[in-house]
């Protein structure tokens, strides 16, 4: 069986996938019934549940499909017993050419728990630098 960190390596790394895939189910996938995500537009609450998770994705796919690139450029894991935060940047440029120099990256952070022996996303916090 693989270690914890390559466990949630191989998580993080299919979600990435299915986001850039415009794959719903494949997104939500190894989350928490009662995630917490902090994202990128109000509200400055977040966001809780699957539910309203599942409803911030389809307008996200419809504006990537124009174009939009979405990388995942690196990705750190720091795992527990129980608990796991990871922390990543990913490509996520607009429709059209690639920006000279590259658009800021999105920067992406999970909080992760383990539940069964299964890790699952409990948080996740979306954001771009500011200037």
Do not use: N
Not at 41 to 64: C, E, I, N, T, V
Not at 78 to 90: D, I, S
């Amino acid at each position: 069986m693989p270690d914890d960190e390559t466990q949630i390596r191989t998580l993080i790394t299919r979600w990435a996938d299915a986001v850039r895939r415009g794959d719903l189910e494949g997104v939500l996938a190894g989350h928490a019934e009662d995630l917490v995500l902090y994202y990128v537009p109000p509200p400055d609450g977040g966001f809780r549940g699957l539910a309203a998770y599942r409803a911030l994705w389809p307008p996200f796919f419809a504006w990537q499909s124009q174009g939009a690139r979405f990388d995942l450029d690196t990705l750190d894991v720091t795992a527990g017993a129980q608990v796991a935060f990871a922390h990543a940047l990913v490509r996520c440029d607009p429709p059209g050419d690639p920006a000279e120099p590259p658009a800021p990256r999105l920067r992406l952070t999970f909080g992760l728990r383990k539940e069964r022996g299964r890790w699952l996303i409990a948080h996740e916090h979306h954001s771009f630098p500011h200037d």
